[in-house]
């Protein structure tokens, strides 16, 4: 098999990865990620995944690389990693009680093919006190996360329930990379 590459610094990702049991290794992108204005959120996820992975694939032509992003949106709005404390405070404020999407979009590139696609899950908070926003805030775990919250972390304690694939709410949908990655 070709050498696999992730082409992402996340470390949530990277422990993902490792439960396929495949030899891999990371070379974070450096793609520029400005989007579009006019853009669908399923879109979105799908061309920021593959401007990583071809970034990467650019470096390292013989590997398979994979590239992947994930947002979360609320009706109809992207929201992205938290500018800082007020920022997050607001988007937790925004999720309390709501249901909302959760996308990661994920791309391989290797010579032979690219195959771009993305899985969306429905998460719905809690109703959340100033309290409880105040306490998960002060942990700093939801300053690196789309959506200002990590479901696997202090941060599953917001969420009442999900429909669809956990993992990718976490960042990489595992059960779909391993069938796509089957055709490379």
């Not at 070379?27 to 959120?41: G, V």
């Not at 990693?81 to 979009?105: C, F, I, N, Y």
């Not at 006190?129 to 919250?149: C, H, Q, R, V």
Request: with cysteine.
């Amino acid at each position: 098999m070709k050498p696999l590459i992730l082409a992402s610094s996340s470390p949530r990702r990277k422990e993902l990865l490792q439960l396929l049991q495949m030899p891999f290794t990371i070379i974070s992108s450096d793609a520029d990620e400005t989007l579009p204005s006019q853009i669908s959120p399923e879109e979105a996820v799908k061309k920021l995944s593959l401007l990583k992975a071809k970034a990467v694939f650019g470096l390292e032509p013989e590997a398979c690389v994979i590239g992947a992003d994930t947002i979360v949106v609320l009706g109809d709005k992207i929201l992205g990693k938290p500018k800082d404390r007020q920022d997050a405070r607001q988007t937790l404020e925004m999720l309390s009680g709501k249901k909302h999407e959760v996308l990661t979009g994920v791309s391989i590139v290797a010579k032979e093919k690219t195959v771009t696609f993305y899985e969306k899950t429905e998460v719905v908070f809690w109703d959340l006190t100033k309290e409880e926003i105040e306490n998960y805030l002060d942990t700093g775990d939801p300053f690196d996360k789309a959506g200002s919250y990590g479901i696997q972390g202090f941060g599953s304690v917001l969420v009442k329930e999900i429909k669809g694939d956990y993992f990718s709410v976490v960042g990489l949908p595992v059960a779909r990379l391993s069938r796509e990655l089957r055709a490379f």
